[in-house]
């Protein structure tokens, strides 16, 4: 009968090493099969690292056996307290992609190319697809869904796809204190801040919501800017599949929402300033506690929100520039969408006039008329105490130019 020591994978690389002189070069690819698939294994997932561990770990044995070990998958390597069991790889994640960062996904010269060559509009592909950015790499698109697009010849959403779209709803059902808040923001358009240190590289050692939104990083959900440590929806397709995540019952006053949006948008378009005004009154209300309500940056969240369907037909630009100043909102429409810009000025406890007189007076207007024709001018207000008392009052006015 064989001893132990010959069953033992690192011991017969070990003795095939000793007797043929030639070192190994291992790869494994998707190593972190066994902690997506078997998540609740946890026996099993420490029996597979013990492996691994006894493979590679720094050593006269390792030395001489083996030459190089390249692994892949999404999970970055298993921690197990505040130390990895394995301490010796060179790791390039999705939060720290360091020199591989334009490795993650196409980049911005690569998808220009593949439009040019297949007559597809690079803004549109950018709104759908675009959005991951790294320190040393600023725009890096899904590659996946940029060529589901060129082979279909279609923008669409490609990500409900993937196997991991049949997770999010569950990681976000969760709820951990303040989470729900957090993607109703990021569902607006607004990053939020994130500590991604906790985080155990497993799919079920979830303590706060900083570990699910770290997940969602790695599993390409959210973007992530390491200088600003805050995570966001990168692109019109996440946005759609995080729109899908929170129909269900718990989110049901979120789904409410973003239904209503189409028909605030179309009442923006008809110049509906009531119909307008009491409608983002009910999202900046909703909202209050994630967005701090008394004050524009509160105002300018809850619109993001509340036009949540415009960026189906326009690019959404906060703090846009043009004139003498910045304007607070400016809705560029798309390639082919036969509706008008629009620009929206915001104001606190003052009023719309003033809203709509800063727009001509600041000339934010600019060339938009030049380059998209019809304009719409809408000055939004909102006045924290009406006659005394505590009334929430929102009230708007809409110029067609």
Request: proline letters at 2%; charged letters at 25%.
């Amino acid at each position: 009968m064989k001893g132990m020591e010959e069953t033992v994978l690192a011991y017969v690389l070990s003795s095939i090493t000793a007797k043929t002189n030639e070192k190994f070069v291992i790869i494994i690819d998707e190593w972190d099969a066994l902690f997506r698939e078997t998540k609740n294994d946890f026996a099993l997932q420490k029996e597979y690292v013990q492996l691994l561990r006894g493979l590679f770990k720094a050593g006269p044995s390792t030395d001489k056996t083996i030459a190089a070990a390249y692994m892949t998958g999404i999970l970055p390597i298993k921690k197990y307290g505040t130390q990895s069991a394995l301490t010796d790889f060179r790791e390039f994640t999705m939060t720290r992609p360091a020199k591989l960062a334009e490795y993650v996904g196409f980049t911005e010269e690569e998808v220009r190319c593949l439009c040019q060559e297949h007559h597809m509009d690079p803004e549109s592909m950018s709104a759908w697809y675009d959005g991951y950015s790294f320190s040393r790499i600023r725009h890096v698109y899904s590659p996946n869904s940029v060529m589901n697009a060129v082979i279909n010849e279609e923008f669409a959403n490609y990500w409900t796809d993937s196997e991991s779209y049949d997770s999010l709803k569950g990681y976000i059902s969760m709820n951990f204190d303040g989470l729900r808040d957090d993607i109703i923001s990021m569902l607006g358009g607004v990053s939020v801040r994130v500590r991604i240190g906790t985080f155990q590289n497993d799919m079920t050692s979830f303590k706060n919501k900083d570990d699910v939104l770290t997940l969602l990083i790695h599993l390409g959900y959210l973007g992530y800017d390491s200088v600003e440590k805050k995570v966001f929806i990168p692109n019109k397709e996440i946005a759609e599949a995080f729109a899908d995540a929170v129909s269900g019952d718990k989110w049901e006053d979120v789904a409410e929402l973003l239904r209503e949006s189409e028909d605030l948008l179309d009442a923006t378009l008809r110049g509906d300033s009531e119909t307008v005004a009491n409608a983002l009154e009910k999202v900046h209300s909703l909202n209050s506690s994630v967005l701090r309500y008394n004050n524009e940056a509160s105002l300018s969240s809850a619109i993001m929100i509340a036009y949540y369907t415009a960026r189906r037909f326009y690019k959404i630009i906060p703090e846009f520039p043009e004139g003498k100043g910045f304007a607070d909102l400016a809705f560029l429409p798309g390639k082919d969408v036969d509706k008008p810009a629009m620009i929206i000025e915001l104001k606190y406890d003052k009023d719309a006039d003033t809203a709509i007189k800063q727009i001509h007076e600041n000339r934010y207007d600019g060339d938009l008329k030049k380059y998209f024709g019809n304009l719409l001018l809408v000055g939004i207000n909102y006045n924290k105490d009406l006659n005394g008392a505590d009334m929430k009052r929102h009230t708007c006015i809409i110029e067609k130019v």
